[in-house]
């Protein structure tokens, strides 16, 4: 499918180049996290990225579950599993997890319904900042360090009523924003649509570190450089 050139894989191994990570996040997701950069101190493979080829290998199920647990870098090497049960492990060479995965009711292998969930939801997710994070935190009057902006990606979940679709979309349903001192946890609940019903839900969360009060100025300026980030890659690959 389309992930051969973000990854490697050999002998049920898969390891990331930092070039790899980042050119998915930016070409397939449209994240410009600066986690994914190349050059980043903190640099992580998008979780996403694991998303879909854990989808790709182990195939769609009706109800799937993925919660994050470590942080993938280029110098990681993770065993992927050939099927999934009620809770696998995904480990390294030396067990550390990194993510445990469950799925369970009807499966399909259709590499066409399998690749537009992945396009789709990879979409949305990768539109998590600026697009929906900003105006939850607006919403709450705070805001992340702008020093060192930590959104990480904890965990997400799909239940699907049927899985014989050849194209799907995402629709934002509602969002939580729940703190705890300078923490703060979010969650996006979204509908999956396919020929204009509703097939089936999800929810993503995702941990915000570092809160202080919302600033309006400091917002507009980390949106500013996020946007900027992205202006300057597009100019660079065009």
Known sequence: MFLE?????SNDKVSFTRQQASDFAKQIADDFNPLHNIDAKRFCVPGDLLF??????????QEMSFKFSGMVTDTTTLTLPREVKQNTRIVDDNQKEYLSMSASGD???SSQAIEALTRAYVEFSGHTFPHILVALMQEHKVM???ARPMIMYESMAIELDRLDFED???RLSSTTLTIEGKRGNACLSFDLIAQGEV???GKKYMLLSGLRDYCQDTIDNIVSQYNDSKAQYLVAQS
Request: glycine share 8%.
């Open 52 to 61: 879909a080829l854990l989808l790709e290998r182990v195939g769609l199920h």
């Open 144 to 146: 992340i360090n702008p």
């Open 107 to 109: 499966h399909t292998q």
């Open 168 to 170: 799907i979309s995402l």
């Open 5 to 9: 050139k973000y990854c490697h894989i």
């Open 199 to 201: 097939i089936g839900h």
